[in-house]
């Protein structure tokens, strides 16, 4: 098994930036594909981002493409979500989640994190 640790959170007012971490143990996380997936107060979590195994794979929601970068270092063990150009409408929880066999905006990802809490001031 793999434990997912978020990190980087935090208050920014709109148009600001923050660089969120997904650190994992247990089990190195080059064997996975990772998901960033965030869940605003009372709305359905949604799927933010996605990274293949290597890093060669990168895909975005419609939402946040152009605004957010994700990005891997296996050798950290360590799945990063650049954040920039934030608005308020990306405040919410933000989890990392991981799957060793698939990828995807839809995919039942096997682990995930506990999360980290972004909220964007107007």
């Known amino acids: 098994q793999v434990q997912l640790v978020e990190s980087g959170g935090g208050l920014v007012q709109a148009g600001g930036s923050l660089r969120l971490s997904c650190a994992a143990s247990?089990?190195?996380?080059?064997?996975?594909?990772v998901g960033w997936f965030r869940q605003a107060p009372g709305k359905e979590r949604e799927f933010v981002a996605a990274?293949?195994?290597?890093?060669?794979?990168?895909y975005y929601a419609d939402s946040v493409k152009g605004r957010f970068t994700i990005s891997r270092n296996n050798a950290k063990n360590t799945v990063y979500l650049q954040v920039i150009s934030l608005k308020p409408e990306d405040t919410a929880v933000y989890y990392c989640?991981?799957?060793?066999?698939?990828?995807?905006?839809?995919?039942?990802?096997?682990?995930w994190g506990q999360g980290t809490q972004v909220t964007v001031s107007s």
């Open positions: 989640a991981a799957d060793a066999n698939r990828i995807g905006s839809h995919t039942p990802y096997d682990y």
């Open positions: 990274i293949s195994w290597g890093g060669g794979s990168k």
């Open positions: 247990g089990r190195t996380l080059s064997s996975y594909a």
